[in-house]
């Protein structure tokens, strides 16, 4: 708030006048900052000739672990690589801003509103989601629906290594600290349990959809670095961990399009 308006507020006597102009103030604010962001936008596609095909790690009632409960209704899927055949879009990859130029505490706020905490499940032991991406101002809450022990082991580099059993139908909150990868979850008990968590310091980041698209509201316009990872591929972007430059237009953002992801 520059000092003119701050002059024009502190020369209101009336305390409902004062609260009126302060309200009028703050959404003009709030609107030139909606104008200076934008969205991103895009859609991550296989660049192979063929479609790889979903793939099972364990059919029904083939879990070599627990089958009277993994796997014991549904096959537990390999979702290392999940390419859609109808539009090619690969799902489950993180894309996000690597050092975000401006921010945007309103667009913080309002994910943190929306969902205080996160939940990762292990469900027909399987990490339900599979990634999983959050703002270390979120909770994480881990849980077990499964009638079987579970652990949840996970290491970072800024956050301390976590070790845990979850008894059946267990949970517990963790706290957790921006990251510069995504960490790999995995249970010890049943060792093709896997799954992945991103954490940030911003709200500039997404989780491709099954078609491969991805949106990222109130991104600072300007300048800006975009990664696209992906389990297999890892980096899919240029410039790697460095992020690919992107142009965010002002009350428009960036259509980045289809963005190729070619097999390794």
Partial sequence: MNKLVKGLLLGLRSPHAWLAAALVVGHAWEAKAQGNSGTIKGRLVWGGGDVPEAQNLFNVGAAPKDPAVCAKDAPIRDRSLVVDPKTKGVRYAFVYLVKPQGANP????????????????????????????MIQDQKLNLKSSDPVNHNVR?????????????PPNGQVTVNMVAERRPIPLNCDIHPWMKGYLMVFDHPFFAITEEDGSFEIEGVPAGAQNLVIWQEKQGYVNEGLARGMAVQVQPGKGADLGEITMKPK
Avoid at 106 to 129: H, R, W
């Fill in 154 to 166: 996970m290491a970072g580099f800024a956050n301390a290594a976590f070790n845990q059993i979850l």
């Fill in 106 to 133: 309103g667009a913080a706020k309002e994910l943190v509103a929306k969902s205080p905490a996160v939940t990762i499940d292990q469900e027909n032991c399987e990490f339900i989601p599979y990634v999983t991406a």
